[in-house]
Nanobody
Framework: QVQLMESGGGLVQAGGSLRLSCAAS????????MGWHRQAPGKQRELVAV???????DYADSVKGRFTISRDNAKNTVYLQMNSLKPEDTAVYYC??????????????WGQGTQVTVSS
């Protein structure tokens, strides 16, 4: 079983920065991809950024140029550096990972979420 634990959320003024982290623990053969989603009240959960095992990245148009996703493979950890934050970035941010947790299985895991609030 694999668990994802997010940290780094908080309250910040518009234009400020936060760095989110997500550490995967448990029985892990490999991590194929890790990413971040976010969900604001009354809105659908949306993909924010993803990073593959090869290091390729993709971002939502709304965060391109402001957010950077990175990884530390040795620590099974993914980071999201968020700069130039805007009030519309306010949401619960969820870590997501596609993890090979058995010899045959690749499963999708979600963290519990961390709140990011950006004040104007």
């Amino acid at each position: 079983q694999v668990q994802l634990m997010e940290s780094g959320g908080g309250l910040v003024q518009a234009g400020g920065s936060l760095r989110l982290s997500c550490a995967a623990s448990g029985v892990i053969f490999s991590i194929n991809a890790m990413g971040w989603h976010r969900q604001a009240p009354g809105k659908q959960r949306e993909l924010v950024a993803v990073i593959t095992s090869a290091g390729g990245t993709d971002y939502a148009d709304s965060v391109k140029g402001r957010f950077t996703i990175s990884r530390d493979n040795a620590k099974n950890t993914v980071y999201l550096q968020m700069n130039s934050l805007k009030p519309e970035d306010t949401a619960v941010y969820y870590c997501n990972a596609h993890i090979r947790d058995t010899y045959y299985s690749v499963n999708n895991y979600w963290g519990q979420g961390t709140q990011v609030t950006v004040s104007s």
